[in-house]
């Protein structure tokens, strides 16, 4: 019994951790400017993260090496170097988007400046970091990011036409007054915010975090096969929401409220209240982890001692990264940037950045000298590998997309 | 449980091809450094991580005197310490660092080597840890709660 209310927490715990800004964003924007002309992207976008997901917790169970290690190892000085820098920039950007995201989701409930929230959030996000267990931290932000599933409760509240709806998804291309060009890069933005970087660093160290051996594979394959696929949902219901209220009127998302406007119209108050609390869950777990991610990016490519596990002084220079980390996205947002156009531009550089550590970890699966018996299957190495040609399309794409539509304005 | 499967095995090339060398005289499990050793992670008797094997010094047997990197070549070569220090640097950039910029791990201390490079002693009580040791004691251990143990 224990033992399945343990697999049912795991599971919940991946469809709320699923959801960070960038998902909320990016799919309410493509939502309100394509309808669901995108959605094959967040299913694409699913398979690649469960594929991904797999293979680097699979390593870091059965090697007991979490991905940079792996990374700086399997890479030459130069790529590996190249990586290390990409990735930690890319995930502080991702973690200043976070912070900012839990900013203006109190702001929507508070109505007080986003600025005067950042340092205490940031604050709040260390104190977490520093004294929390591994577990518990999980556990809390992952169920009550679950009240996120008010964006499927408003879209049946909103009773849209079904099977219209549903057309409008296999309904591939750019929608009338959009151009080729914005529907492609919001195609990479799209992949990018489903496939961020910092979520597998996450989760192959908060494997070996959490002490998992080989005998929890089964339950890790089947937390990420049901949980992220119900957290793809959750996106598509995002994306639906504001296909239904938000395109028929003309609203292009640019802000945090606007994203919430469809579940306030469908749910009134009650709605609203669920909605903030799931957005302040999802955007705090996620500035949690990628706050970590940073630690967890420098601390194995240097091969210092890591892990939340340990106590504070004994992984000094990993909690030295975090802290820094959170004061540099405090500096950022100090300068008044606006969080949804860093959380715009985190999801686009996530996609540029992602084949760099796809490729060591899918290379690593298949080394018998790491993997023993559990090496890639043919299916899975199939599906990789094709996956693989699609990651390196996205990031390809995404800067001369990104420069040719002006970030897609 | 997963079953077991049949796998390929990497296909070893031919003992005839007239284009290969000749296979040296094995003695023991011959080791690539290059795949095998670089940038692996040292870990101290503990399983705590203390650095990565950023470095190898090498000596030619027969010729313990020279360390010159010419002595190397054609001879049995004795893995003599583990080093760790700016040399990841130095191997994307070029150029050397100084010997005195560079940390040793002496082979002795080397326990065993496998997907990482485990020690025999406890990381504290090396000299290559001390930035860690630095930033604990002047700064994380002072900042309350930094001695918790969070679980």
Known sequence: MSRLLGVALGVLTAIGGFLDIGDLVTNAVVGSRFGLSLAWVVVLGVVGICLFADMSARVAVVSGRATFEVIRERLSPRAAGANLVASFLVTLLTLTAEIGGVALAVQLATAVEPRLWVPLVAFGVWLVLWRARFSIMENVTGLVGLCLVVFVVALVLLRPDWPALGASALDIGPPPGESGLTYAFFAVALFGAAMTPYEVFFFSSGAREEGWTVADLGRARLNVLVGFPLGGLLSLAIAACAAVVLLPAGIAVTSLSQVALPVAQAGGQVALAFLIMGLVAATVGAALETALSSGYALAQFLGWSWGKFRRPAEAARFHLTMIVGLLVAVGVLMTGVDPVLVTEYSVVFSAIALPLTYLPILVVANDPQYMGEHVNSRVVNAAATAMLVVVVLASVAAVPLLLLTGGGT | ?151
Not at chain 2, 18 to 26: G, K, S
Not at chain 2, 44 to 62: I, K, M, R, S
Not at chain 2, 76 to 84: E, H, Q
Not at chain 2, 130 to 148: A, C, K, N, Q, S
């Open chain 2, 1 to 151: 449980m997963t079953r077991p499967r049949l796998r390929r095995r990497p296909r070893a090339p031919r003992p005839d091809d007239p284009t290969l060398l000749p296979a040296p005289p094995v003695a023991a499990d011959v080791l690539d450094a290059r795949l095998s050793l670089l940038d692996r992670q040292v870990l101290d008797v503990h399983g705590t991580p203390v650095t990565t094997v950023d470095d190898l010094e090498l000596l030619a047997v027969g010729r313990e005197d020279d360390a010159s990197a010419d002595a190397l070549i054609g001879r049995d070569v004795l893995v003599v310490a583990v080093l760790s220090g700016p040399s990841l640097l130095t191997r994307i950039v070029g150029g050397r660092a100084p010997r005195s910029r560079l940390h040793r791990l002496p082979w002795e201390i080397v326990a065993d080597v496998g997907v990482g490079v485990a020690l025999a002693v406890p990381g504290d009580l090396l000299d290559v840890t001390w930035t860690e040791r630095w930033v604990r004691d002047r700064l994380v251990r002072r900042i309350p709660g930094g001695t918790h143990d969070p679980g």
